[in-house]
């Protein structure tokens, strides 16, 4: 179980600042703070972040508290294999939309960069041949023009 006890205790074996681990995981330090005192409770994603980060086994049963009218309530993972599947998909199913929300955004990135890449690429060749044009007009003598006479 992830209580205030153990994420202080497991901050200070990092060696890691309430700033930072609440930076690491997407929170001001007020609320770390709030957590690590017991005054409030991470949600769901935050918990999952906190384990991994700081190298926490998550129990059975997490106190879960996404809104103000959840406070206080513990929910227990059920020991049927069946309740427990259904629990696993659901957790599934939030990591599946938080990937694809990060697959949208490098693939975005990339597009964008491909295109500063054919950018570059016309920038390129504009320049070369510009330097090309350049250097022929150096070499061809201009024609000799007569003088004019008086």
């Not at 980060?53 to 059920?78: A, F, G």
């Given at each position: 179980?992830?209580?205030p006890?153990i ?20 929170v ?10 017991g ?78 890449n054919?950018?570059?690429?016309g ?6 041949f ?11 003598p ?9």
């Amino acid at each position: 179980m992830l209580t205030p006890k153990i994420l202080l205790e497991q901050r200070i074996k990092k060696g890691m600042s309430q700033e930072e681990v609440a930076k690491a995981i997407g929170v001001s330090q007020r609320s770390y703070s709030n957590y690590e005192n017991g005054t409030r409770n991470p949600k769901i994603d935050k918990i999952i972040k906190l384990a991994k980060l700081l190298e926490i086994k998550l129990t059975l049963s997490i106190n879960v508290l996404n809104d103000k009218k959840n406070e206080n309530k513990l929910y227990d993972v059920p020991k049927s294999l069946d309740e427990q599947l259904k629990y696993v998909q659901i957790e599934n199913k939030f990591l599946r939309s938080e990937n694809e929300s990060l697959r949208k955004t490098v693939g975005t990135k990339d597009e964008k960069i491909a295109e500063l890449n054919k950018k570059i690429g016309g920038l390129e060749m504009a320049i070369e041949f510009k330097n090309h044009t350049i250097d022929s007009a150096k070499k061809v003598p201009l024609p000799l023009r007569k003088a004019a006479v008086k």
